[in-house]
């Protein structure tokens, strides 16, 4: 069974950079050929994927945040990061880590994190 966890501050400040990491247990971030998303949801408004490292490392991004948006990850804690500068208000929402096939990039995932809330506030 797969599990994963997001941490990071809940309260960031405008301008300043989101950064959250997912912890993975149970399976390998290496392990072929899954991705590793980061999907987020605003208050009232459907799910968001913003990006994702697959497991040889290559990276995506959603073309809309492409520009602000990093994803790394460290294979010797079996954790990716996320990492979202320039952050506004409008950044304020649940971010989720999420597992799916490469091949379904985006659309499918098998394990998702519990989210963690973010607000971007001074």
């Known amino acids: 069974q797969v599990q994963l966890q997001e941490s990071g501050p809940g309260l960031v400040k405008p301008s300043q950079m989101l950064s959250l990491t997912c912890t993975v247990s149970?399976?390998?971030?290496?392990?072929?050929?899954?991705?590793w998303s980061w999907i987020r949801q605003p208050p009232g408004k459907g799910l968001e994927w913003m990006g994702a490292?697959?497991?040889?490392?290559?990276?995506y991004y959603s073309p809309s945040l492409k520009s602000r948006t990093s994803i790394s990850r460290d294979t010797s804690k079996n954790q990716f990061s996320l990492q979202l500068s320039s952050v506004t208000p409008e950044d304020t929402a649940v971010y989720y880590c999420?597992?799916?096939?490469?091949?379904?990039?985006?659309?499918?995932?098998?394990?998702w994190g519990q989210g963690t809330q973010v607000t971007v506030s001074s």
């Open positions: 999420a597992r799916g096939p490469l091949e379904s990039l985006g659309d499918e995932y098998d394990y």
């Open positions: 149970g399976g390998s971030i290496t392990t072929s050929y899954y991705a």
């Open positions: 490292i697959a497991y040889d490392g290559s990276t």
